[in-house]
Nanobody, 122 residues
Framework: VQLVESGGGFVEPGASLTLSCAASGGTFTSYGVGWFRQAPGKEREFVAAMSQTGYRTYYADSVKGRFTVSRDNTRNTISLQMDNLKPEDTAKYFC????????????????WGQGTEVTVSS
Protein backbone atom coordinates (compact mmCIF):
# COMPACT_ATOMS: atom_id res chain seq x y z
CA VAL A 1 0.00 0.00 0.00
CA GLN A 2 1.30 3.44 -0.94
CA LEU A 3 0.21 6.44 1.10
CA VAL A 4 0.67 10.13 0.23
CA GLU A 5 -0.23 12.83 2.75
CA SER A 6 -1.07 16.47 2.13
CA GLY A 7 -2.49 19.44 3.99
CA GLY A 8 0.16 20.24 6.57
CA GLY A 9 1.17 23.80 7.35
CA PHE A 10 1.80 26.54 9.86
CA VAL A 11 -1.13 27.72 11.97
CA GLU A 12 -1.77 29.70 15.15
CA PRO A 13 -3.09 28.10 18.34
CA GLY A 14 -6.82 27.56 18.21
CA ALA A 15 -6.90 27.19 14.46
CA SER A 16 -8.09 24.20 12.43
CA LEU A 17 -6.35 22.15 9.79
CA THR A 18 -7.33 19.13 7.71
CA LEU A 19 -4.83 16.51 6.64
CA SER A 20 -5.56 14.22 3.71
CA CYS A 21 -4.04 10.95 2.58
CA ALA A 22 -4.42 9.19 -0.75
CA ALA A 23 -4.00 5.40 -0.70
CA SER A 24 -3.15 3.15 -3.62
CA GLY A 25 -2.40 -0.54 -3.95
CA GLY A 26 -4.12 -3.30 -2.05
CA THR A 27 -7.82 -3.38 -1.26
CA PHE A 28 -8.64 -0.19 0.61
CA THR A 29 -11.64 -1.58 2.45
CA SER A 30 -9.66 -4.52 3.82
CA TYR A 31 -7.52 -2.55 6.26
CA GLY A 32 -7.80 -0.16 9.13
CA VAL A 33 -6.47 3.36 8.58
CA GLY A 34 -5.21 6.10 10.81
CA TRP A 35 -2.62 8.67 11.77
CA PHE A 36 0.53 8.76 13.87
CA ARG A 37 2.73 11.76 14.65
CA GLN A 38 6.28 12.45 15.68
CA ALA A 39 7.22 15.64 17.47
CA PRO A 40 10.81 16.92 17.38
CA GLY A 41 12.98 14.85 19.68
CA LYS A 42 10.19 12.44 20.53
CA GLU A 43 9.08 8.99 19.41
CA ARG A 44 6.24 8.42 17.01
CA GLU A 45 2.89 8.14 18.73
CA PHE A 46 -0.59 6.98 17.86
CA VAL A 47 -3.10 9.76 17.10
CA ALA A 48 -6.28 8.27 15.61
CA ALA A 49 -7.58 5.26 13.72
CA MET A 50 -10.69 3.97 12.03
CA SER A 51 -11.97 0.47 11.30
CA GLN A 52 -12.41 -0.94 7.81
CA THR A 53 -16.08 -0.03 7.71
CA GLY A 54 -15.67 3.29 9.42
CA TYR A 55 -18.02 2.33 12.22
CA ARG A 56 -15.34 2.37 14.93
CA THR A 57 -12.87 5.13 15.73
CA TYR A 58 -9.98 5.27 18.16
CA TYR A 59 -8.22 8.35 19.51
CA ALA A 60 -5.28 9.21 21.73
CA ASP A 61 -6.41 10.93 24.90
CA SER A 62 -4.43 14.04 23.95
CA VAL A 63 -6.53 14.65 20.83
CA LYS A 64 -9.92 13.24 21.84
CA GLY A 65 -12.66 15.79 21.26
CA ARG A 66 -10.46 17.94 19.00
CA PHE A 67 -9.45 15.62 16.14
CA THR A 68 -11.72 13.60 13.86
CA VAL A 69 -10.53 10.77 11.62
CA SER A 70 -12.54 9.75 8.56
CA ARG A 71 -12.23 7.66 5.44
CA ASP A 72 -13.86 7.64 2.03
CA ASN A 73 -13.99 4.08 0.75
CA THR A 74 -15.10 5.24 -2.69
CA ARG A 75 -12.10 7.52 -3.19
CA ASN A 76 -9.51 5.58 -1.15
CA THR A 77 -8.76 8.59 1.01
CA ILE A 78 -8.19 9.16 4.71
CA SER A 79 -8.61 12.49 6.48
CA LEU A 80 -7.79 14.00 9.84
CA GLN A 81 -9.75 17.08 10.85
CA MET A 82 -7.83 18.90 13.57
CA ASP A 83 -9.60 21.61 15.56
CA ASN A 84 -8.46 23.84 18.41
CA LEU A 85 -4.84 23.10 17.63
CA LYS A 86 -2.28 23.55 20.39
CA PRO A 87 1.49 24.12 20.23
CA GLU A 88 1.97 20.58 21.55
CA ASP A 89 0.30 19.27 18.38
CA THR A 90 3.35 20.40 16.41
CA ALA A 91 4.72 17.29 14.73
CA LYS A 92 5.16 15.39 11.52
CA TYR A 93 1.94 13.51 10.84
CA PHE A 94 1.96 10.12 9.14
CA CYS A 95 -0.89 8.33 7.42
CA UNK A 96 -0.89 4.60 8.24
CA UNK A 97 -2.68 1.35 7.52
CA UNK A 98 -2.95 -1.82 9.58
CA UNK A 99 -4.96 -4.98 10.09
CA UNK A 100 -7.64 -3.02 11.96
CA UNK A 101 -8.28 0.23 13.79
CA UNK A 102 -7.64 -1.43 17.13
CA UNK A 103 -4.37 -2.89 15.83
CA UNK A 104 -3.23 0.60 14.90
CA UNK A 105 -4.17 1.83 18.37
CA UNK A 106 -1.74 -0.83 19.63
CA UNK A 107 1.00 0.44 17.30
CA UNK A 108 0.71 -2.45 14.84
CA UNK A 109 1.33 -0.55 11.59
CA UNK A 110 1.73 -2.23 8.20
CA UNK A 111 2.30 0.79 5.93
CA TRP A 112 3.52 4.35 6.47
CA GLY A 113 3.27 7.47 4.39
CA GLN A 114 6.15 9.94 4.11
CA GLY A 115 4.53 12.40 6.48
CA THR A 116 3.41 16.02 6.43
CA GLU A 117 4.54 18.75 8.81
CA VAL A 118 2.19 20.61 11.12
CA THR A 119 3.45 23.57 13.14
CA VAL A 120 1.27 25.33 15.69
CA SER A 121 2.74 28.56 16.97
CA SER A 122 1.88 32.16 17.65
Amino acid sequence: VQLVESGGGFVEPGASLTLSCAASGGTFTSYGVGWFRQAPGKEREFVAAMSQTGYRTYYADSVKGRFTVSRDNTRNTISLQMDNLKPEDTAKYFCVTGQSGSALQNNAVDSWGQGTEVTVSS
